[in-house]
């Protein structure tokens, strides 16, 4: 049997590829492993079979025989680890984890406190003072990450989960701006978009949520 992963019944991004189902999505794309997808709607996310697969009533999971996952971190891991696609030879899997939980843990969380200040605080008086040093915190990641891949293609050398999962999260500064202003951070994420595993991933998804309702 195929492994199946959960996913937004409607996608809120409105099938931008940035709900994180799509990080799975490519991640076994590029394993070339074949998967099932069972659609959640937002109130079955909170019903016991959902919580009982992810207990913060979340999406993805993954669910292969009798093992379940949550967490695209874990997910995307576990899947460089037991098959090949995503853990180039020669490179340590200490190395390429490294990258999956920058990713998740210094880049991310910035990016995300972003855009709920843009979501929840553009009305406030202080959301003008607030939102250029977000940037700024932002930036320094960019900064520090634009310096390490230095001309390389890829943060380890060849294509790992690591990059799929950093890749993953600069997507979403997509519509911000802020990207743009670090050309090989811009191309980085061209280069992945530009996989066929990506593409299958994001048509995947978007066949779903692209669809006016």
């Known amino acids: 049997m195929n492994p199946t992963i959960t996913a937004f019944q409607r996608s809120p991004d409105g099938g931008r590829g940035l709900a994180r189902d799509t ?3 490519w991640a076994l794309e590029e394993i070339g492993q074949p998967y099932d997808v069972r659609l959640v709607s937002f109130d079955q996310m909170k019903q016991p079979a959902h919580l009982a697969l992810h207990p913060f009533g979340q999406i993805p999971t993954y669910q ?27 490179t340590h899997p200490a190395r390429v984890a490294t990258w999956v939980f920058a990713a998740l843990n210094t880049v991310e969380p910035p990016i995300i406190e972003r855009e709920a ?6 009305d406030t008086a202080w959301h003008a003072q607030r939102l250029p040093m977000l940037n700024d915190r932002i930036r320094a990641r960019l900064s520090a990450l634009s310096a390490r891949l230095d001309g390389r293609p ?12 950093m890749i993953s999260v600069l997507q979403r500064l997509r519509s911000s701006g802020l990207l743009q202003e670090y050309p090989a951070l811009a191309a980085y994420v061209a280069r992945g978009e530009a996989r066929p595993a990506y593409q299958r991933a ?7 949520n692209g669809a006016p309702e």
Not at 67 to 72: G, K, M, P, S
Not at 202 to 208: D, E, K, R, V, Y
Request: hydrophobic share 55%; glycine share 10%.
């Open 154 to 165: 890829w943060l380890e050398g060849a294509f790992s989960a690591g990059d799929l999962m």
């Open 202 to 208: 994001f048509a995947a998804q978007w066949a779903i």
């Open 117 to 122: 200040a843009i979501l929840m605080e553009s």
């Open 23 to 25: 990080r799975i999505r």
């Open 64 to 90: 292969d025989g009798d093992l379940v996952l949550f967490e695209t971190g874990a997910i995307v891991l576990h899947l460089a680890q037991t098959r090949p696609g995503l853990l180039p030879p020669g």
